[in-house]
């Protein structure tokens, strides 16, 4: 009995073990993938509950105006509009992390790698989609108030970019992230896909169909069988849910009714006719690459921002993470410019384009970039939490090619441009980071960004320091929008207080009309409840508004909420008084220009490729000179 009890206290302990040490996600072929166009797809470790957060939060890197900076009238905007075109394939917009309030005009575009950039889209099997919440309320990891270091806009101060179940994942299956209803109206047909929804029918329909052939076995022959069975599916299915979808229907089920036991089997007509949506963990430990191995958190290096550590531990010489890469043939399409304001001749749109040629500056991108000095190329690294990784001459890790069948090494013998052609507009080559020690669980990942990178560094912060002193760059950094909305997590707003100029407050408001007072006061105002949506998320970016506090009020406990003033864009010479809005609901956020990465004393370097890595070839094109130029 005791040895039975020990065996079973045992098994318990590693079960919890190993479940705690499961690999979470991975990044395998999507099911939507094709010869024609092959994409990654992120694939669950392990099953999600709706509204549970998968995976952790991502870095956001804003870039700014990138399609006005290519359109340069030279002979290389055709090569740069196309690397802008490309890359916005991958990338968002800003909403999800605060970043649409960067620039008052003009277009900002968001990187966000992992779930990001390499979640695959179906919009009838949508089964996620981003929190806001979490990159809003994002914990101040290492943002050390009024410093003025080097590393000031050196690094994204925009992260917690997750994203969490919309519905029940199970394990196994593929996540498709939500591009918004504009991206499913304009790439989807209603009338002839099948929703979630319409599969459950389905399958309630064919355990009804299979009872009813089990029922009367004995009385049907197999040619009777198969008349009731196509007039089931064919007749029936379209006058009940439509021709153009009974149609789809009839073309998922199998051809006779025997093989109806095998769809519910697999587990519905879903997995029946999509058979790689969901995987079993077998095939996505041989065929795929685990996401989860680092989470972010404050890094250990000092005005480094944020840092990547270990989930579990890590044997030298394993994979640490995937790192599939967004090709860019042409590093000057990270160049910016001045940009100015012009207007189409025809109907008036106003659209934005570079003044001149003269480069003022470069995207914060480039620092996240991976390049080589004797390349005019760049590589975007989109695996999940690898730009957290910071820069160590003493690395536990390194950058190596992946040997995943789907990474293309024969594109190291392709010309850059060649790159962007029509076949070759995918994601097809893929390094991973690599454990060049044993790694423990919670130690910080360090990977070496190269000589030429510290030279830059060691140089910048001397510049820095005699910058500070010049009184070029300010010896107390101003305050942030982060450092207020930390600030207030602990103590009450005060009504008509005054902020930095360089910040603003914003409210998220969901209302409704207030059933003891009256909608209307005394000064003609609009009296709203502050109140939490019914079926969407309240924290959502389209809840946010410019708002200013009114009043305040105690509620007990430490709790204050407060009733703000709201004007509506449409008519700003009224306003809304909203009553009851909870100090959650009220933020801080910078106003456009003014976060760290506008700073014009900013790093700007990329990460280095090793050279005994980058491979030899038409990408080292630096000092290469064409043979007609010459001529």
């Known amino acids: 009995l005791c040895l039975l009890l ?27 993938s094709t010869a024609d166009e092959p994409k990654w797809g992120i694939f669950a470790g392990k099953s999600y509950s709706k509204q549970s957060r998968i995976g952790f939060g991502d870095i956001a890197i804003h870039t700014h105006q990138m399609e006005a900076n290519a359109l340069s009238g030279q002979d290389d905007e055709d090569l740069l509009m196309s690397i802008v075109d490309f890359f916005e394939n991958f990338i968002w917009v800003p909403h999800p992390v605060g970043g649409q309030f960067e620039l008052d005009e003009g277009k900002v575009v ?37 410093v003025s270091h080097p590393g000031r806009g050196a690094y994204s101060t925009f992260y917690e970019a997750s994203i969490h179940a919309t519905d029940e994942i199970e394990e196994g299956m593929e996540i498709f992230i939500s591009y918004g209803e504009n991206y499913v109206n304009e790439n989807s047909d209603d009338n002839e896909e099948l929703s979630k929804e319409d599969m459950k029918k389905v399958d309630m329909t064919v355990n009804k169909i299979v ?74 430990q041989k065929h795929g690459r685990c996401m989860d191995n680092i989470r972010p958190g404050p890094s250990t290096i000092p005005h480094a921002g944020r840092g ?42 106003e659209f934005h384009v570079r003044n001149g040629n003269e480069v003022f500056g ?47 090494s024969h594109w190291f013998q392709l010309e850059p441009d060649e790159l962007l052609d029509e076949n070759n507009r995918y994601l097809g080559l893929m390094m991973e980071v690599v454990a060049t020690k044993n790694i423990a669980e919670g130690d910080e990942i360090f990977i070496d960004y190269g000589d030429l990178w510290q030279e830059a560094w060691d140089e910048h912060k001397k510049e820095w320091e005699k910058l500070k002193k010049r009184g070029v760059v300010p010896k107390r950094w101003p305050t942030r929008a982060a450092d207020l909305n930390a600030e207030f997590k602990t103590k009450p707003y005060k009504v008509g207080a005054i902020y930095p100029e360089n910040v603003q407050m914003k409210c998220f408001l969901v209302i409704s009309k207030p059933v003891d007072e009256e909608p ?17 998320e309240t924290f959502d970016s389209s809840n946010l508004f410019d708002c200013t506090l009114v009043d305040r009020q105690d509620v007990g406990g430490g709790t204050f909420e407060y009733s703000v003033s709201w004007r509506s864009i449409n008519d700003p010479s009224k306003q809304t008084i909203v009553k009851k809005v909870p100090q959650k609901a009220v933020i801080f956020v910078d106003k456009p220009h003014t976060s760290d990465q506008f700073s014009p ?30 001529d």
């Open 211 to 284: 009872e009813f052939f089990e029922k009367h076995e004995d009385e049907l022959d197999e040619e009777s069988k198969n008349e009731i069975y196509q007039f089931l599916i064919r007749d029936v299915m379209q006058a009940a849910a439509g021709e153009s979808k009974g149609k789809v229907i009839s073309e998922v089920l199998p051809d006779t009714p025997d093989e109806l036991r095998t769809v519910i089997a697999s587990g519905g007509v879903l997995d029946y006719s999509q058979p790689s949506l969901v995987r079993s963990t077998e095939w996505l």
């Open 6 to 32: 020990v065996a079973a206290l045992t098994s318990n302990f590693s079960a919890g073990a190993e479940e705690e040490n499961q690999c979470g996600l991975y990044l395998a072929t999507s099911s939507t």
């Open 362 to 408: 470069h995207q914060l991108l480039l620092n996240y970039c991976y390049g080589h000095p004797q390349s005019h190329m760049l590589f975007y690294p989109a695996g999940a939490g690898i730009s957290f990784i910071n820069h160590s001459k003493k690395p536990n890790a390194k950058l190596a090619w992946s040997k995943h069948p789907n990474h293309h």
């Open 601 to 630: 004393e900013a790093f700007r370097h990329y990460i280095q490729i090793p050279d005994d890595v980058f491979p030899e070839g038409p990408w080292r094109d630096v000092g290469v000179v064409e043979e007609e130029d010459e």
């Open 110 to 146: 968001t990187a966000i790698p992992g779930g990001g950039t390499l979640s695959c889209f179906n919009a009838k099997l949508t089964n996620a989609d981003w929190n806001h919440s979490a990159a809003y309320f994002r914990e101040p990891w290492n943002e050390e108030k009024g």
């Open 308 to 349: 990547a550590f270990a989930t579990r531990k890590i044997a030298s010489g394993a994979v640490v993470a995937p790192v599939p890469l967004i090709q860019i043939p042409d590093e000057d399409v990270l160049n910016m410019y001045d940009i100015r304001v012009e207007y189409d001749e025809n109907d008036g749109t």
């Open 520 to 536: 209307i006061n005394a000064d003609g105002d609009k009296v709203r409840i502050w109140t939490y949506h019914k079926t969407k």
